[in-house]
């Protein structure tokens, strides 16, 4: 493989892991907005004994922080920004084990989400990106 083929396969696979994690932050902040409403949002951050408005604040981070990655903004800060959701998600699914071991889903999901950002704050934005000057 060339260097210049290299370079296009590393960018390629940089853009891919950050259009994944784009989709997959947005998909969830929208399903906390359109399936579990924002009131519901709320009633479970609350259950959990958060403050309700930390649900709004995850759910702007979850969509804006999505949106945000699939135009290839601010990359690398956005995934940082990400990881805190993440750990708090993280925290909670804590005590539900691994995912075959409960019905409620397990830890290592948001764990290997929390690593994935941190790998896409390392690696920049990659190729496809809104306007290269804000990746």
Do not use: C, D
């Not at 994944?20 to 959990?48: C, D, I, R, W």
């Not at 005590?95 to 896409?120: D, H, K, R, Y």
């Amino acid at each position: 493989m060339t260097t210049q083929s290299s370079r296009t396969a590393s960018h390629s696979a940089i853009t891919l892991l950050r259009v994944s994690l784009g989709v997959l932050a947005l998909a969830h902040g929208l399903l906390k907005v359109f399936v579990f409403t924002l009131p519901g949002t709320v009633g479970y951050f609350e259950s959990l004994g958060l403050p309700g408005v930390l649900a709004y604040l995850t759910i702007a981070a979850e969509v804006g922080g999505g949106i945000a990655l699939l135009l290839g903004v601010y990359t690398r800060w956005v995934s940082l920004a990400l990881v805190p959701v993440l750990l708090g998600a993280t925290w909670v699914h804590l005590g539900n084990g691994w995912m075959f071991s409960n019905a409620g889903g397990g830890w290592e999901f948001p764990v290997f989400w929390t690593l994935a950002l941190i790998v896409q704050a390392g690696l920049g934005s990659g190729s496809w990106v809104l306007n290269r000057r804000f990746a």
